[in-house]
């Protein structure tokens, strides 16, 4: 055999093995500490460590108590949107459905119906919001940026015909005790047990469902997703439902909270809960995030609103600090991919072997 028969036979066995030894990416135990999720929680004890040393009162029972109270409008509404998110879709009408959702309650209760059957009718009320911006979405096929956006003036809209410039302050005072309660000498509000059934509820449906792992399938490709036998439009559809329901539920929560049921309650929350779902590690362009990654980011940011707020910050001042997060978790991405994409191609040119000229006689 010649030397040139020689070197042309090894090379496809040379070509394979940088291939073969191309390093991995995370997995196991690195994967789980190193991740994003992680990451988001590691900041958030890092943020909570600082301002506990750095802002009078923070760190008190007191201050975990009012600062929970805060985010649960939040975090409730920042499940189904996480989902939905996933799927490359958005719901930017929650808080207007939340807001609905409390001037209905409002009426209700004053017109005289007991608060039970009046809790349940809102939260139907939220049900068929979010069903109505389904069937536009899913069933028509229209953009939800755009039906969203007209759905978030047409349900604040709907709120102020139902209630008005008024305002209906007396509620049951048990319930409101309820909402505002604590666990124990915790701080924890009672309150948190239902956020934490909410997050169970939506992190089990989308970690450990077919359903969940369809929707990261429809988020990369809707047309892969219907190959593969996945129903799109109707994932779409009761995904758009249930963010009418927990909407509602939050606008129950802001009404009770406050004892006060307004056509404005929970006026631009929107930007918040969609920055804490994009911080959280969920692409606004689809098919990546999880529920751990969002629970920490909407913390992060509620605690960073509350010890603000301590330090007298003006409410202007933080909504410029939601306004940059919300840039920072879309550039942020961004960049960390098109950085792992230049490492990836600057490996491979250097461990591809390179034709030699005894390959290429013998060839």
Avoid: C
Avoid at 11 to 37: C, N
Avoid at 87 to 107: H, K, Q, R, Y
Avoid at 212 to 232: N, T
Avoid at 277 to 286: P, Y
């Amino acid at each position: 055999m010649s030397d040139s028969e020689t070197s042309t036979t090894l090379t496809p066995e040379s070509t394979s093995t940088p291939l073969a030894e191309e390093p991995k990416g995370r997995t196991g135990v690195s994967r789980l500490l190193l991740g994003r999720d992680a990451i988001m929680i590691y900041v958030l004890f890092a943020t909570i460590a600082i301002f506990s040393l750095t802002v009078p009162r923070f760190a008190s029972p007191v201050t975990t108590g009012f600062l929970l109270l805060d985010v649960v409008p939040v975090l409730l509404m920042a499940m189904p949107m996480t989902l939905i998110i996933i799927t490359g879709e958005i719901d930017l009408s929650v808080a207007s459905i939340a807001g609905l959702t409390s001037a209905v309650l409002g009426v209700l209760w004053e017109g005289g119906l007991d608060i039970g059957t009046a809790l349940v009718l809102s939260l139907v009320v939220g049900m068929v919001a979010g069903a109505f911006n389904g069937f536009l979405v899913a069933v028509v096929g229209l953009p939800s940026l755009a039906v969203t956006i007209g759905t978030l003036a047409l349900f604040r809209g709907l709120a102020l015909v139902v209630i008005g410039d008024n305002a209906v302050a007396n509620f049951p005072p048990a319930l409101n005790q309820f909402v505002t309660s604590k666990l124990g000498a915790t701080g924890i509000p009672t309150v948190m047990l239902i956020a934490l059934v909410v997050i169970v509820v939506f992190g089990v449906l989308l970690h450990f469902t077919p359903f969940g792992r369809g929707l990261y399938a429809m988020g990369f490709s809707k047309e892969a997703a219907r190959f593969v036998g996945i129903d799109v439009e109707r994932a779409k559809f009761w995904l758009y439902v249930s963010s009418g329901l927990v909407a509602g539920l939050a606008g129950i929560y802001w009404t009770l909270r406050y004892s006060s049921a307004r056509s404005d309650n929970a006026a631009g929350l929107e930007l918040t809960v969609i920055a804490a779902v994009l911080l959280g590690g969920v692409s606004i362009f689809g098919g990546k995030g999880s529920i751990p990654g969002v629970v920490a980011s909407v913390l992060l940011i509620g605690t960073i609103n509350y010890a603000l707020r301590l330090g007298r910050v003006s409410d202007v001042v933080l909504i410029i600090v939601t306004g940059a997060l919300l840039i920072v978790s879309v550039i942020i991405p961004s960049i960390t991919s098109a950085l792992a994409r230049w490492r990836h191609e600057r490996r491979m040119r250097h461990e591809l072997p390179q034709g030699t000229s005894s390959g290429t006689v013998g060839a």
